[in-house]
């Protein structure tokens, strides 16, 4: 069935008849990498329209379309990215916790994605490696940057979506050209469903879905500046219901779990002429979120635990965190031109504002609390320099130095106060020939030291130190009005590696299961990517995106064990995605997505492997007139089983015998939608 799915796809890409159209051209809008001349910075885009062909609503469901990118759940919504084996695996216990940027419009929303919609979305950008130089610590992976759409005519666009598992959403936007010189636009979504876990115990879906998102843009043209302006709303009200003892998708839990967040984003870009060689770029932008996330930790409810043969009794644990978190970023960037060489420099300022309260409950009892706070300010100087040889050939070094002060005490009297000096750089060749392009880059990133607010750790637990990488790459790219193709090959050497790890404290006891970041010695990540395009015909276009990745830890020890040579967690060895466009009629176009991914590791701690897998979704739409468009479509067609997250460890008395528990990963969706344009 899973051989039949991708070969189904190729098989499409007979269907060339007539001469062939022009592919589709993606602008870069990093706006900052345009800025410091940094080419082709994203080794991979969609723009909104692949994102409409596809059928892709939310954040979460890009991992799938990139390759050597991947993401960890164990939460309703998926907040972290994995770029290159680089990342996250989930929202516990770490201040700070991204090493992977995602922005929207400028917004810092790592570790707060799981609001984001994606309706207004006119471009997703994948940055692979160490992004240090422009955005920071919080970037050493890559960044994940959505860009919204602009606006170039009044218009207004409603739509319905109903499906599988209650699914409905409802969602608007509008552009409006007040005058030539400023434009608006408003936007709201509302999305529902039932989630696909149900709940015997309540007799009802614990882990639905609430989830309202909402934008603000505008942009004005002031003399020969632009000002441009975005401010986003977004609210989740989840259940958090998702696992239980038997791997099922039905959960037991008595005591219901929430994944909710809260999430206001503002930024404002101002661009234009100084001189006419000198122009310069200002960038502000803020957000503050409020999260609650909380499960059941014995994932069942006394009813069953009173029933169990050797036990009889009461198993009633229940675990709430409670946070907030504001993101600061101001920034300043000139840039000059004199004969072949162009000078940028930059000044960055940015802040990060952490607050969690921990609450640990036995039988519905307050047993455990910690409540810790976490500032960090860090201002950085960056500067650019440009050579071009020849229209064909330059060279460019970028540097970044920066001052760091983190500040982190909690209620348990811990206080902390670290001060550092990291830099990184990039430094890289272009040559570009006809319709090839060559480009070699070193570059070096960091990302700074955190803290973890967990009652179980001792004080030199609590606090780990900063990582370095270093990446080597080369890239060559090759593009005519029918073909674009890009390969590139890294290497990159991580030290002091922040690593995740886990342990159970107490057999008996799941609060006692605790999580934490610690320093490796080194790893080491080095793969393969492939992207490539091909409009085949006016009727039809395929598009791909193949990586392969081998991340294993180097000289690296954990409770007496050797990890040398270890594959690292969540990092397949190949991820894929084929997708085939086909325009059946002048209305009619059908569209398959074909992704998979390598079994991996689940956790740095055990050896317990996620299966690999292979996903087939398709969209048939449907446009009767220049107005209306329904689609049908569906994901994971053939309801491939598969999981998302997996744990080992004992939470089942009276034995406690430690075993595989995983979360599954969404069964079959199926859904219609209507969009109807003014």
């Excluded at 602008?27 to 994102?51: C, G, T, V, Y």
């Excluded at 602009?150 to 050209?177: I, L």
């Excluded at 614990?206 to 603000?216: A, L, P, Q, V, Y």
Aim: with cysteine; glycine share 6%; charged share 20%.
């Amino acid at each position: 069935m899973k051989t039949f799915a991708i070969t189904l796809v190729f098989l499409l890409s007979s269907l060339c008849f007539a001469e062939p159209d022009s592919i589709e051209r993606i602008e870069i809008r990093d706006s900052k990498a345009n800025f410091f001349q940094l080419a082709n910075p994203a080794q991979e885009s969609l723009s909104d329209k692949q994102i409409k062909d596809r059928s892709l609503f939310h954040g979460e469901e890009l991992w799938s379309q990139f390759a050597n990118l991947s993401t960890a759940s164990g939460s309703n919504r998926t907040r972290y990215f994995k770029i290159r084996g680089i990342g996250e695996r989930s929202e516990y216990d770490t201040m700070p916790s991204n090493s992977v940027g995602v922005f929207y419009d400028h917004i810092d929303l790592g570790g707060l994605s799981g609001v984001l919609a994606l309706y207004d979305v006119g471009q997703v950008e994948v940055l692979k490696g160490p992004q240090t130089f422009l955005y920071g610590d919080s970037s050493i992976g890559g960044n994940v940057l959505f860009t919204s759409l602009p606006v170039t005519e009044t218009h207004t666009s409603v739509w319905t979506d109903w499906g599988s598992q209650n699914h409905r959403m409802f969602g608007t936007r509008s552009g409006v050209v007040i005058s030539d010189n400023f434009s608006m636009k408003f936007g709201f979504q509302k999305n529902n469903s039932d989630g696909y876990f149900y709940n015997p115990h309540w007799q009802d879906h614990t882990s639905k879905r609430d989830e309202s998102f909402g934008n603000i843009g505008w942009q004005w043209n002031v003399g020969s500046s632009l000002i441009t302006g975005s401010h986003i709303y977004g609210e989740n009200k989840n259940g958090n219901d998702l696992w239980n003892t038997d791997n099922s998708f039905n959960v037991f839990s008595d005591r219901k779990g929430h994944d909710d967040q809260l999430t206001h984003g503002h930024s404002l870009e101002w661009t234009g002429p100084l001189s006419q060689r000198t122009q310069y770029l200002m960038i502000a932008s803020y957000s503050h979120s409020d999260q609650l996330v909380s499960y059941d930790e014995d994932w069942n409810n006394n009813d069953f635990w009173n029933l169990i043969p050797g036990w009889n009794k009461n198993y009633d644990y229940f675990k709430a965190y409670n946070r907030r978190k504001a993101n600061l970023h101001l920034k300043s960037i000139m840039q000059h031109q004199w004969k072949h060489w162009d000078f940028s420099y930059g000044l960055h300022y940015y802040q990060k504002v952490e607050k969690t309260d921990v609450n640990s409950y036995r039988n519905a009892i307050l047993r455990n609390n910690l409540i810790a706070d976490f500032q960090s300010d860090k201002v950085a100087l960056l500067k650019n320099v440009n050579y071009r040889f020849s229209p064909r050939a330059n060279i460019t070094l970028s540097s970044r130095i920066e001052q760091q002060e983190i500040r982190y005490q909690d209620s348990q009297g811990f206080e902390s106060l670290k001060k550092s000096t990291p830099f990184a750089f990039n430094l890289r060749y272009q040559y570009a020939s006809g319709q090839h392009t060559w480009q070699a880059l070193v570059a070096r990133g960091f990302k700074g030291a955190g803290f973890n607010p967990e009652i179980n750790l001792t004080r030199d637990q609590q606090e780990y130190d900063p990582e370095y990488a270093m990446n080597y790459e080369v890239r060559w790219r090759h593009e005519n009005r029918r073909y674009q193709n890009s390969i590139s090959l890294f290497y990159m050497d991580r030290r002091h590696h922040q690593i995740t790890t886990s342990s159970q404290d107490d057999p008996t006891d799941p609060s006692k299961f605790t999580l934490f970041v610690d320093n490796a010695a080194q790893s080491e990540h080095y793969g393969l990517e492939w992207q490539g395009q091909w409009q085949a015909s006016p009727r039809f276009s395929f598009f791909s995106s193949v990586g392969f990745l081998d991340a294993q830890f180097v000289d690296y020890q954990l409770r007496n064990r050797s990890y040398d040579g270890r594959e690292l967690a969540h990092s397949p060895t190949y991820t894929f995605a084929l997708t085939s466009v086909v325009r059946l009629t002048s209305s009619l176009q059908l569209t398959l997505n074909t992704t998979g991914r390598d079994g991996f590791l689940y956790s740095n701690s055990h050896d317990e492997v996620a299966q690999d897998n292979i996903l087939l979704n398709s969209s048939l739409n449907w446009t009767p007139t220049n107005k209306l468009t329904l689609s049908l479509w569906g994901k994971n067609i053939f309801n491939s089983r598969y999981s998302q997250r997996g744990f080992y460890f004992g939470n089942e008395p009276p034995s406690f015998q430690a075993r595989l528990y995983e979360q599954n990963a969404a069964p079959l969706e199926w859904g219609l939608r209507a969009n109807y344009n003014f």
